[in-house]
């Protein structure tokens, strides 16, 4: 007896399923990230690692600082007489991507942002989780804007703004 089968074998389905996977793939990979999202996750890991070094500040019971300037921002702890960088991680050297605008408000006032070799601490957080009130404004070429904001009792707020 000749029977003849129609359909497809279970290999030939799994085949065609791993190749239109793999499709979709390359396809998901090849957009790029949204300026906006960069924006808001540089702003998000700027104001955690600021939460976390006034955690930090307050179980080591010394003071930390920020220096912020037009290339991104670096910690500092305080040692005898002066301030020295904090290398460890978390809180190493981070960098602003070159597409993002930072602005620092201290007292009501833009403060320009100088070369990282030429920048001094602009923050200090205490060992009481005190710290120098100041808002730190990062806005891209969409014209879109993320604002953080500490007040001296280190709460923080936050708002995005797209450009619509």
């Not at 290339?71 to 190493?92: D, H, L, M, N, Q």
């Amino acid at each position: 007896m000749n029977t003849k089968n129609k359909g497809f074998t279970l290999i030939e389905i799994m085949v065609v399923v791993v190749i239109a996977a793999i499709l979709m793939g390359a396809v998901v990979i090849s957009f790029p990230d949204s300026s906006n999202d960069r924006l808001k996750e540089h702003g998000e890991r700027f104001s955690a690692l600021i939460l976390l070094a006034q955690d930090e500040s307050i179980l080591q019971s010394e003071d930390f600082a920020l220096s912020i300037n037009n290339a991104g921002y670096t910690f500092y702890r305080r040692a005898a007489t002066s301030w020295e960088v904090y290398s460890e991680k978390p809180f190493i050297d981070r960098k602003v991507d070159s597409d993002i605008k930072a602005e620092v408000i201290l007292e009501g006032l833009s403060i320009k942002l100088k070369k990282p070799e030429k920048s001094k601490p602009q923050i200090v957080i205490y060992s009481s989780g005190e710290m120098t009130p100041f808002s730190y404004r990062l806005s891209n070429q969409e014209k879109s804007i993320f604002t953080i904001k500490f007040d001296g009792a280190g709460n923080l707020e936050k708002e995005f703004r797209p450009n619509e």
